[in-house]
């Protein structure tokens, strides 16, 4: 069964902290992404990755970073933590097809309170 | 450009009568579509994709969705709502990476 495990479901961080969410999957997809969701707003995209060491901003890249060193393993990271950035926070992965097709696979999410 | 819009952000059905969740889509090209579902407190699971085989989309749990590319529509039904269906639901449309609508919230009244 294909699985995107995140590694906290619920976190509480002091404003200013570094913070760093961990998502692993182990279905060898070459995109992985990363989500924040807010209610009325949906998902919104952070970054995204094509592949091992590759990195795209999504459209809300501020204030946070990404690291992908090994294919199944995609981090973000809060540099500096702020109370905006409280929200729920979802790791996907999919399939790279030409012509795409290829559906994504959730994490359980990460839920982050920053204070 | 990819967008996809839900023309609902609340819906509320009775126990045992149809459920209709609207989406509009915009896209460049040919579309791949999906609907999600979110339980609460949990992550997204797939309902069911459009992949140009066949315009009516038949997904798990009783869920059918109907690509009518003249409308640029792909709205979910299912003929009658369970208390399990209540829910977020999302449409998305992919592209390079995937585009979400902001959500639908299902309410099903016993």
């Known amino acids: 069964d294909v699985k995107v495990t995140q590694s906290s479901r619920y976190l509480v961080k002091r404003t200013g902290e570094k913070v760093f969410l961990e998502c692993v999957q182990d279905?060898?997809?070459?995109?992985m992404f990363w989500y924040r969701q807010d209610p009325g707003l949906g998902l919104r995209l952070i970054y995204f990755?094509?592949?091992?060491?590759?990195?795209e901003k999504g459209d809300i890249p501020e204030g946070y970073s990404v690291s992908r060193e090994k294919k199944e393993r995609f981090s973000l990271i809060l540099e500096s933590a702020s109370t905006n950035q409280t929200s729920m926070y979802l790791c996907?992965?999919?399939?790279?097809?030409?012509?795409?097709?290829?559906?994504?696979?959730f994490g359980q999410g990460t839920r982050l309170t920053v204070v | 450009a990819q967008s996809v819009t839900q023309l609902d952000s609340h819906v509320s059905v009775s126990e045992g009568t149809p459920v209709l969740l609207r989406c509009n889509y915009s896209?460049?090209?040919?579309?791949?579509l999906f609907w999600y579902v979110q339980h609460p407190n949990k992550g997204l699971q797939l309902l069911l994709k459009?992949?140009?085989?066949?315009?009516l989309v038949k997904g798990i749990n009783g869920f059918e969705a109907e690509f009518k590319k003249s409308e640029t529509s792909f709205h979910l039904t299912k003929p009658s709502a369970h208390m399990s269906d209540a829910a977020e639901y999302f449409c998305?449309?992919?592209?390079?990476?995937?585009?979400f609508g902001t959500g639908t919230s299902l309410t099903v009244i016993p």
């Open positions: 996907a992965s999919s399939l790279f097809l030409v012509g795409g097709q290829t559906e994504a696979f």
């Open positions: 896209s460049s090209y040919s579309p791949s």
């Open positions: 990755s094509y592949d091992v060491k590759m990195k």
């Open positions: 998305v449309v992919r592209a390079n990476q995937f585009y």
């Open positions: 279905m060898d997809h070459e995109n």
């Open positions: 459009y992949t140009s085989a066949a315009t």
